[in-house]
């Protein structure tokens, strides 16, 4: 399975970088008390922090709604879904576990206050390419909406579109019956390369340590 940037989105945004982890043999469960703990803490300590800060001046959200805006993504209208987590935890509006990976990966997301997208590898058809949508690009959400993907940056297989730094569709979404995954890091292009592949080992080691498998990962720009 090969993923691929389109030149659009290079030529949009130059410093474009996304991290990829192939994960094989992972075991998905409910979240160990471990991990439920460690991601409410955390939550918890942000919204402490932002008394006294706007989410949309964090660093890696503020430069994640500047890629929105180059791709033409309003976001105030489609926020990051980095941004959007940080602001339920401003409100107070802490996010209930789901299960291992989804929990995982939205630890990853506030933790490094960037996007993460994690798929089923089996349930997407053929290679992968990172693109910006229109107006034939759309599926049903895991928020339970149809949502259009035109003028978003998006990820699409043989079927169609699937998955995005905005929300994620429902037919690729990890289930505890997954165990093979992908997962997309929307790294920040301020970001140089050796501090990315540093993150990305580190949250390869993090997932199998909770999940088993194996993983392997790769920096595309």
Known sequence: MEVLIEDQVKNTIPQFKLGVIHYSGIHVTESPQMLKGRLRLFQEKIFFDLENKKVADLDGIKEWREIFKAVGTDPNRYRPSNEALFRRIQKQQYLHPVHSAVDLNNFFSLQYEIPFGIYDKEKIVGNITLKIGDEKD???????????????????????????PYVDSKRTAVQVSTQNAIHFIYLRPSM?????????????????QIHGGEANYELIS
């Open 138 to 164: 759309y599926y049903a959400a895991i928020n339970g909406r149809d949502v259009n993907m035109k003028n978003k940056l998006l990820t699409a297989d043989d079927l169609g579109a699937f998955g995005s």
């Open 192 to 208: 140089k390369n050796s501090e990315a592949e540093k993150m990305l080992s580190s949250i390869a080691e993090m997932f199998t």
